[in-house]
């Protein structure tokens, strides 16, 4: 994900960890680097996730 979406991998470990929050760019970059899937699909949570085909 970390080579994906261009952010640094402990950049995305603190993201997962909550020790950081991150700005609305941050999360359309991580988004963008899970492929094909909508900022709105993400912020829909895990029910719509579950429903997407990603490769």
Do not use: C
């Amino acid at each position: 994900l970390a080579d994906k979406s261009g952010l640094a991998q402990s950049y995305i470990s603190d993201l997962e960890s909550g020790a950081i929050d991150p700005r609305w760019s941050t999360i359309y970059r991580v988004v963008s680097g899970l492929g094909q899937m909508s900022v709105q699909d993400f912020l829909n949570g895990p029910q719509t996730i579950r429903s997407l085909r990603i490769h």
